[in-house]
């Protein structure tokens, strides 16, 4: 090795490190802790709609006992004053994690409120390699469980209506909005053929889904299974989380994995389950997983969705 390249190698190795030391520090402190709120157009809703439909989608929180950060900015997103408000799920990082959630979600005005839950709603976290979530498949281990029948208790006190493999419908200024809500299949909960049947073309609380403005689904892992049975029933636009949008992205790349068996290009963000199937909203979330609290090209965020019935097919999103 020459003079000159000696060097010239360790500069570059510096250099590297360095780039890799200010990564790591951003990924793991700044990032997590700068949350947007994003805003969607979606064209699903009917033409009989008396108006758009705003709905805040806010998911996969993880909430601990110093996320005060996060309650702040629920708190915050819940003030824009939208038409309706879902929850897909992971609201709780662990057992201290139920008051913050409580906190956060108590505010707000008097839109109608969805839940569904999520693994993490159950189940505490379990220390695990953080690289084992890059992992295409992998034995599931589930934590401690948690106290999940005091934060379902704690949400229904505040006005949110928790749904699990039942069919509902709510009232908004749209008109009235069918809800389609899965069990998480993550932990194999989804029970499709557990759905109330709906003789003589009403739901199980009496309405009638042919009148609705919009046919929405629910469910927080976006497995594809569970896909098919909300486009299998109807639903014009699925929500979902789970997938914190791959939580690490590389530019040019987009996410590594989803967690689940949904397509990685559709990790995050708005698309379609199928040519001519559903709208898919994915929200990247707010938390992180515990084994890997980092995040990298892939904010935090809630999402605020604009509904619209079709009109050139395009749809907007920043």
């Not at 003030?79 to 979600?105: H, M, S």
């Not at 006190?157 to 809800?179: C, K, Q, Y």
């Not at 976006?222 to 699925?238: H, K, N, S």
């Amino acid at each position: 090795m020459s003079r000159r390249t000696g060097p010239a190698l360790t500069g570059a190795a510096t250099v590297t490190a360095l780039a890799g030391a200010v990564a790591a520090g951003w990924a793991l402190r700044v990032e997590p802790r700068w949350p947007t709120l994003r805003h969607v157009t979606v064209p699903a809703l009917a033409r009989s709609a008396r108006a758009p439909l705003r709905v805040l989608h806010v998911s996969d929180l993880h909430l601990g006992d110093a996320d005060d950060h996060l309650v702040a900015f629920v708190r915050a997103a819940l003030d824009q004053a939208p038409d309706l408000v879902v929850v897909t799920g992971d609201l709780l990082g662990g057992p201290e994690g139920i008051e913050p959630a409580l906190a956060a979600l108590a505010h707000g005005g008097d839109a109608p409120r969805l839940a569904v839950l999520g693994s993490n709603d159950r189940y505490g976290p379990t220390p695990a390699n953080p690289l084992r979530y890059l992992l295409p498949k992998r034995e599931r281990v589930l934590g401690e469980p948690l106290e999940v029948a005091r934060l379902v208790r704690g949400l229904t006190d505040r006005g949110w209506l928790v749904l699990e493999n039942t069919r509902t419908s709510v009232e908004t200024v749209a008109g009235p909005v069918t809800v389609t809500a899965l069990g998480d299949p993550h932990i194999d909960r989804d029970r499709p053929e557990r759905l109330p049947a709906h003789p003589g073309g009403t739901l199980a609380d009496g309405s009638d889904p042919n009148a609705a403005v919009l046919h929405l689904g629910l469910v927080h892992a976006p497995y594809r299974r569970a896909l098919d049975a909300l486009a299998a029933d109807g639903v014009a636009l699925a929500l979902c989380g789970h997938t914190h949008g791959g939580q690490v992205r590389v530019p040019g790349v987009g996410a590594l994995t989803t967690n689940c068996d949904l397509p990685r290009r559709q990790a995050r963000g708005l698309s379609r389950h199928g040519a001519q199937g559903p709208w898919l909203h994915v929200s990247a979330g707010l938390g992180v997983s515990a084994s890997g609290p980092m995040r990298f090209a892939c904010r935090p965020e809630a999402t605020l969705l604009e509904v619209v019935p079709p009109c050139d097919g395009r749809t907007r999103g920043d």
